[in-house]
């Protein structure tokens, strides 16, 4: 469903995390001086799927875990867009987790944004894909994003911020909308925010997170460093955040976002003159290779 750009009143829980990516994403729309009309958010389905609804650009509700092809449909259609689409860990790692990770290799220059509260608030606070051992009877280990990013390879910028942060993660999130905007790819950022009903972390996340942009040995350039960084932070029983993948301009990973290779004027099919007279010619030598 595509909404009218009007938000409607917040349903979030007071303190919630999203509010801080709400926040953040509307201060970079801003400082980035993005006219509304040119931006669209995409949103799951999920507590957090719901921003679309209070943020004043244009927005669709897209189908459970369905959130990234949409996106990166309306890239296609039209690549002058602002895509963001976000959601939910449920959203992104379980229904979704097919486009997740296919979306890496896509590369269409949308920004994903994940709210990761380690469970499904919107149904009450059952075990998603994050969960630690023992949440809600869970059993099974938890999926870790950012791993799984650095460990494609990819274009992609990958981050991933605090909402207790909300200054850091605004001059994340407007680094990944430029990224996008200068048409370099895929932008991936998990957000921790916590989910203060049904598994409030927020003491424990603010306790245990490690800029890991501060380590000795960090390389935003090069994803299996930042990826052993990660990985000797998380064995310490750290959570590593900040910038995880910064590509460096223009690599072979990085030069080909979807959009410019399959649009090379740019423009897109929404904006392109479909008519009948100016595509006469092409329509034309279609028909004659038909035989
Ligand atoms: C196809 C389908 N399956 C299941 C559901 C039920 N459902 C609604 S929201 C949700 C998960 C929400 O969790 P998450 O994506 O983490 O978002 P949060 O509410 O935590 O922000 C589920 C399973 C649904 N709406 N549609
Ligand atoms: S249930 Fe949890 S995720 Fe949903 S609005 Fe409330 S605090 Fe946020
Ligand atoms: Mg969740």
New binding site residues.
């Given amino acids: 469903m595509v909404q009218s750009a009007k938000p409607t009143a917040n349903t979030w829980c007071p303190g919630c995390g999203d509010f801080g990516v709400l926040a953040a994403a509307k201060k970079a729309i801003l400082d980035l001086k993005i006219p509304p009309h040119e931006a669209v958010l995409v949103g799951?389905?999920?507590?957090?799927?719901g921003i679309h609804n209070f943020i004043d650009i244009n927005g669709v509700h897209a189908l459970?875990g369905r959130l990234l092809a949409q996106a990166i449909g309306l890239k296609l259609a039209n690549p002058q867009l602002t895509v963001i689409a976000a959601?939910?860990?449920?959203?992104g790692y379980a229904?979704g987790m097919g486009h997740f990770m296919h979306a890496f290799k896509k590369n269409a220059s949308i920004l994903y944004i994940v709210?990761n509260?380690e469970?499904?608030?919107?149904?009450k606070g059952q075990a998603?894909p994050t969960s630690r051992l023992g949440f809600e009877g869970n059993i099974e280990v938890p999926f870790d994003a950012i791993l799984t990013a650095l460990s494609i390879p990819s274009g992609a910028f990958v981050a991933r911020t605090f909402s207790g942060d909300p200054k850091t993660m605004t001059a994340v999130l407007s680094e990944a909308l430029q990224f996008n905007r200068d048409h370099r790819g895929y932008a991936f950022v998990e957000d921790l925010s916590p989910?203060v009903t049904y598994n409030d972390t927020f003491k424990e996340w603010r306790e245990k997170i490690v800029n890991i942009e501060k380590l000795p040995g960090y390389d935003p350039t090069d994803r299996s460093a930042v990826f052993r960084l990660c990985s000797e932070t998380m064995r310490a029983g750290k959570i590593p955040v900040g910038v995880m993948h910064r590509p460096p301009k223009p690599t072979d990973e990085s030069s080909n976002p979807l959009e410019l290779k399959l649009l090379p004027d740019n423009i897109g099919p929404a904006r392109a003159d479909i008519g009948l007279e100016h595509n006469l010619a092409a329509y034309r030598t279609l028909l004659a290779s038909a035989g």
């Fill in positions: 799951g389905i999920g507590c957090s799927g459970h959601g939910g860990d449920g959203d229904i709210m509260n469970t499904y608030g919107l149904t998603s989910c």
